[in-house]
């Protein structure tokens, strides 16, 4: 009974590109700040990337900036993720989460997760 989905994973090679979508169910994805998160395996589950609920202001992680991209449709109620220049250590199931806030602030609570899109990187 996940209340955020997403969906756009897929296997692609270095250099290539991906959009993520995340979509919500129950409740009004507008009202949140959303970020996405990834993990590999073996790996902690890191930040990628977040969005505020205007779409005002946005934050990437050290790793992704300059290739990736967050943006939202309010008028859909979707937050995207557009993937560019991928890498192979890139490969992890992605997740969107929404935050019990409007801003993007560090370690906000959050108020629902989506059970991840995988994102495979491979020759």
């Known amino acids: 009974q996940s209340q955020l989905m997403e969906s756009g994973g897929g296997l692609v090679q270095p250099g290539g590109s991906l959009r993520l979508s995340c979509a919500a169910s129950?409740?009004?994805?507008?009202?949140?700040?959303i970020a996405w998160f990834r993990q590999a395996p073996g790996k902690e589950r890191e930040g990628v990337s977040c969005?505020?609920?205007?779409?005002?202001?946005?934050d990437y992680s050290d790793s992704v900036k300059g290739r990736f991209t967050i943006s939202r449709d309010n008028a859909k109620e979707t937050v995207y993720l557009q993937m560019n220049s991928l890498k192979v250590e890139d490969t992890a199931v992605y997740y969107c989460?929404?935050?019990?806030?409007?801003?993007?602030?560090?370690?906000?609570?959050?108020?629902?997760w989506g059970q991840g899109t995988q994102v495979t990187v491979s020759s």
């Open positions: 989460a929404a935050l019990l806030q409007t801003r993007c602030v560090p370690l906000a609570d959050f108020a629902s």
């Open positions: 129950g409740f009004t994805l507008n009202d949140y700040a």
């Open positions: 969005i505020s609920s205007s779409g005002g202001s946005s």
